[in-house]
């Protein structure tokens, strides 16, 4: 394995990415362009955008802007929103179609991909298994007793993607459901279509240099406000009980989407075993997982994209994961615990990433 170069340390720590991402700037240089930046709340996490030159109207104009592109996101999927599509169509007790917006669908149809290219490790429909767990939407003051098999196996009767259908006509996007008490949640992509929604709002003002994200999904454009290209942080710990404690591994995405998903920050411990549960759950046990691997990011075209199969490699596991995008020169990069290290892991489409100017 290539040496790593490790640096960009305390970036993260003020931008407030939640899931082991931050843009960073490393090296210098004398060419300095100015730059826009704004942040703020969204789908219960941060967004960042970072503007080389311009921006038309200034910078409240680009926050007017951001925010009305992520309000429509919330309103179209965000679970926790009575109102949203998603959820009048979770609140839609019937296996008649359901009329969406076409976003809906996209995000939807994105999911199926990718949960059908994982062999079902990242489901959409798995909320019955997160609640089960203490990890979803119905909120327990304390860690429930662990669920017994009964339980996970009532859950798992009510879950499955192969219950949960999209199609697209020239006019309209519907969804239907096999079951009428299937529940969808596409907070796992949801931060992913946030950042492309962000990246599309600045290629329509023309922006050429910019660099996105919410939460852990980021899209970069162009270069740097020191013309060099963009450099993202992966975020990796250096001791378990301590993730304030890190490195940062600089990756040059190029103008590509890069997102993470990691178990080292949300999960709980089971008082009774002492384990620590996280809050991925694997769909095929109906369990959360219990392998070593931390994070898994990936680079790929679309935020909607690499925020959807992040979490299903992250089910599989580094070996599996790596062997997964070997197969198809994807690139991924995995953190695993093993002993009292973390070790770094990634595919040979990963390594061109790791190489900044
Ligand atoms: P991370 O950034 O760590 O991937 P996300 O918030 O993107 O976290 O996604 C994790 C959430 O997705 C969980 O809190 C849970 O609600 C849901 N989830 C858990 N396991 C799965 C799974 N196998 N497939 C899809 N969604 C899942
Ligand atoms: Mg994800």
């Not at 009980?241 to 590509?256: A, H």
Request: aromatic share 6%.
């Amino acid at each position: 394995m290539k040496k790593i170069i490790f640096g960009c340390l305390a970036l993260a720590l003020l931008t407030g990415f939640s899931t082991g991402l931050s843009g960073c700037d490393v090296g210098s240089s004398s060419v300095s362009r100015s730059e826009l930046k704004i942040g703020g709340k969204t789908m219960g996490t941060f967004y960042n955008i970072i503007v080389i030159g311009d921006y038309p109207g200034g910078q409240e104009q680009l926050r007017h802007e951001a925010e009305e592109v992520l309000d429509r996101v919330n309103r179209e999927i965000s679970f926790f929103d009575k109102n949203s599509e998603l959820s009048k169509f979770n609140q839609h007790k019937s296996t008649e179609p359901f009329r969406v917006s076409q976003d809906v669908a996209d995000v939807v149809i994105a999911s199926l991909r990718a949960g059908k290219e994982l062999d079902g490790a990242v489901d959409v429909t798995v909320g019955p298994l997160v609640n089960l767990w203490g990890f979803g939407h119905v909120k327990t003051e304390t860690l429930p007793p662990t669920p017994d098999d009964s339980a996970i196996k009532a859950a798992r009767k009510r879950i499955g993607l192969d219950k949960l259908h999209v199609s697209v006509g020239y006019s309209f996007a519907e969804l239907k459901k096999d079951i009428p008490n299937l529940e969808v949640d596409l907070s796992t992509v949801g931060e992913g279509f946030g950042a492309d929604k962000l990246a599309e709002l600045m290629e329509l003002r023309g922006i050429q240099n910019y660099m996105v994200s919410v939460a852990g999904a980021i899209r970069t454009k162009g270069l740097n406000s020191r013309g060099k290209d963009w450099v993202i942080a992966i975020e990796h710990p250096t001791a378990e009980q301590n993730v304030g404690q890190r490195l940062e591994v600089p990756v040059c995405t190029m103008g590509q989407a890069i997102s993470t998903s990691g178990s080292y920050r949300n999960y709980k411990i089971d008082e009774k075993t002492g384990q620590r549960l996280s809050h991925i759950i694997d769909p095929a046990t109906g369990k959360p997982i219990t392998h070593h691997t931390v994070s898994v990011s990936v680079v790929g075209a679309t935020a909607l994209w690499t925020d959807a199969i992040d979490t299903g490699l992250m089910v599989m596991g580094s070996e599996a994961a790596i062997r997964f995008a070997n197969e198809r020169n994807m690139a991924i990069y995995t953190i695993v615990k093993e002993g009292n290290e973390f070790k770094a892991h990634y595919s040979r489409a990963m390594q061109k990433y790791l190489v900044c100017d």
